[in-house]
């Protein structure tokens, strides 16, 4: 193991319960800190599709009119029906129903409902379009930006809180670009059109649906109110359950093996039936606010019924009137539950776009120089000169006054207990954090003074923590050096003693390994990473317990494939299995960032001092 302990990347993001048309009222928002400031940063990535919104902005207007206008015209048709059915009773002679005048209404209505559903997918496409448009060039600048990023930002964040803002934050967005801001437009135009058609029709009628509004959102804010408290503890039971799942899932084995299999259950159950309360308390004050709002909104229609059917009897408004008015009634209320709807989702996708610019402002490594050093056939001298280093800068430096003089060649083997700087040494050999002071050069250069991208290839690395992609084995071998033909992949699997058992897996080198490689074992993850590194042929080798995970018999002959590999090499091997590295030219013993002791092997046995003290602990113990 390294110095650093790795964190724990897993994170449980239970995901909010949705209804149809967006989030529930009541449900817990995500709130931006900054939502002006973000809002008007997001806004910026809509100026190359500014006409494209015009289009959409446009289109959403006529087709949200024209549904508006279909009850008036409807109410036309509804007047002639009503005047035939009254002309008949009367028995007034050569009086009927107006055929031709209720067919040009319906053709009338259905003109108006194709063009408002033309209108609309105009307006989707586009939005679309532009969302996705949107969301592909952000993307594209977080992802561009994760490559800037020093190792420090990494070391410091789970992997699953970065991957909950690269996947899920972007899909909050993208959603609500596609969806939401035409459902903006269309509740607005839709509102304020319905109380124009409304008050044209009868402003009596239309003062009775506005005496209805306070006590809609009197309902509608006490509801959320009680139903907020419920969503929160839904949300952190079913965090706990997913967390729970996650854990028992993974480590099955381990649980098997203990036979707390009871035990495992128990605590699902547990969380399960908190789930269970909070959820249903949760999703059955928040139903409420539907049913209640249409109570209160029948209410308003018996008014209305009431007032224009003695508004008809005077004369003052015809039946089809009524009848509009009701449906500009069903209507005006619709847009509000909308817009309370799509403020909540708004405040979460600018909390989302929060969360990614968080990212594009992080601090980027210090800059490529602007006349970068190439080294074209590097020798593999590496110094240290007067090297310090803090992981944070009001901490206690890890290492100060740092000095190493590695010669060309030579296999260096770096020792000492954990935290004692190891790994630390490599990663600001590999410029993955730069040092606080002093200079590290290779061939005589100093690092900085080379791009990292010709630094990092100067070297070959085979960490303790194997890591392979999704693919066939043959694909993760060639990663090492793109364009490398079968044969040379062949022959590096071989010089790594992979070939064999990869001969005997039913596909070969055609093996498809899953997202975690858990399909082969962990010794034959690591032979697999040994061969890509042999594939590459690099200048330089750096091998972090490279051998950790295999037998002895396979250790020994991943030695003896090393052992041709670093020839002529300049080779830094961390190791805590001491006998591995009898053999190296020069051994670092670390201890709290500074080389303590080095030497050969033998010499650092025959100074009794921390190398053999570490040396003998492995063994029986130390002679006497």
Do not use: C
């Not at 302990?5 to 993001?13: A, F, G, K, Q, T």
């Not at 590290?440 to 085979?462: A, E, Q």
């Amino acid at each position: 193991m390294s110095e650093r302990e790795p964190r724990d990347m897993r994170i449980m993001r239970p995901p909010m319960p949705m209804g149809r048309g967006g989030m529930r009222p009541g449900m817990p928002v995500q709130k931006p800190k900054d939502f002006k400031g973000t809002l008007r940063r997001l806004s910026r990535y809509f100026k190359p599709h500014l006409w494209r919104l015009a289009v959409v902005l446009l289109m959403t207007i006529l087709s949200t009119l024209f549904s508006i206008l279909s009850p008036d015209v409807m109410k036309n048709a509804t007047d002639d029906l009503v005047a035939g059915i009254r002309h008949r009773l009367h028995g007034i002679p050569g009086s009927g129903f107006d055929v031709s005048g209720i067919v040009h209404v319906i053709l009338e209505l259905a003109v108006l409902y194709v063009l408002s559903a033309l209108f609309s997918y105009v307006q989707q496409f586009v939005m679309a379009g532009v969302a996705q448009k949107t969301v592909y060039a952000l993307r594209n600048e977080v992802h561009a930006k994760m490559a800037r990023l020093p190792l420090a930002f990494f070391d410091s964040r789970p992997t699953g809180e970065i991957m909950s803002r690269f996947v899920n934050d972007f899909d909050n967005i993208g959603n609500t670009l596609q969806q939401t801001l035409t459902q903006l437009i269309s509740s607005i135009v839709t509102f304020l059109g319905v109380i124009v058609m409304m008050f044209a029709i009868s402003p009596w009628m239309s003062v009775v649906v506005f005496l209805t509004l306070p006590l809609s959102f009197y309902v509608t804010r006490t509801i959320a109110k009680r139903s907020q408290r419920y969503f929160v503890g839904q949300q952190r039971s079913l965090g706990q359950l997913n967390g729970h799942i996650e854990e028992m899932y993974t480590g099955h084995q381990i649980v098997k093996a203990f036979g707390l299999e009871d035990r495992a259950m128990s605590q699902f159950v547990e969380y399960n039936e908190k789930l269970f309360e909070s959820g249903w308390k949760a999703q059955f004050i928040s139903g409420m606010i539907f049913p209640l709002m249409n109570f209160i909104g029948n209410i308003g229609y018996v008014l209305v019924s009431v007032i224009g059917g003695f508004l008809v009897t005077r004369g003052a408004i015809g039946i089809g009137d009524i009848q509009a008015f009701i449906m500009y009634a069903r209507q005006f209320s619709q847009p509000i539950t909308q817009l309370s709807s799509i403020s909540n989702i708004i405040q979460s996708t600018v909390a989302s776009a929060e969360r990614i610019f968080e990212l594009l402002d992080e601090p980027e490594e210090a800059p490529e120089p602007e006349d970068p050093v190439l080294i074209s056939n590097p020798a593999g001298d590496v110094q240290f000169e007067d090297v310090r280093f803090a992981y944070q800068p009001d901490k206690q430096p890890l290492m100060e006054h740092l000095n190493l003089d590695v010669k060309a060649g030579q296999m260096v083997a770096v020792v000492g207990p954990t935290g004692a700087g190891k790994t630390t040494l490599v990663n600001l050999l590999m410029r993955f954090y730069d040092v606080d002071g002093g200079a590290i050069r290779i061939d005589g250069v100093d690092i900085t003074r080379m791009r990292r991208g010709h630094l990092r290839s100067m070297f070959g690395m085979v960490l303790q923590d194997t890591w392979l992609f999704h693919g066939t084995i043959r694909d993760n071998i060639a990663y090492g050096r793109a364009g490398a033909t079968e044969a040379e992949i062949v022959a590096a699997a071989t010089a790594a003693r992979a070939d064999h058992f990869i001969r005997t897996l039913p596909d070969g080198y055609d093996t498809v390994l899953n997202e975690e490689a858990s399909n082969i074992s962990q010794g034959q993850k690591q032979l697999l990473t040994i061969a890509r590194a042999i594939l590459a042929d690099p200048a330089m080798l750096i091998l972090d317990e490279a051998t950790s995970s295999v037998d002895t018999r396979t250790e020994i002959l991943i030695q003896e494939a090393m052992s041709r590999l670093m020839e002529g090499r300049t080779s830094f091997v961390i190791a805590h299995r001491l006998s591995t590295i009898r053999n190296a030219d020069l051994i670092l013993v670390m201890n709290h960032g500074s080389v303590i002791e080095q030497g050969t092997h033998e010499e650092l046995l025959a100074r009794r001092g921390f190398y053999a003290e570490l040396y003998y602990s492995q063994f029986a113990g130390a002679p006497a």
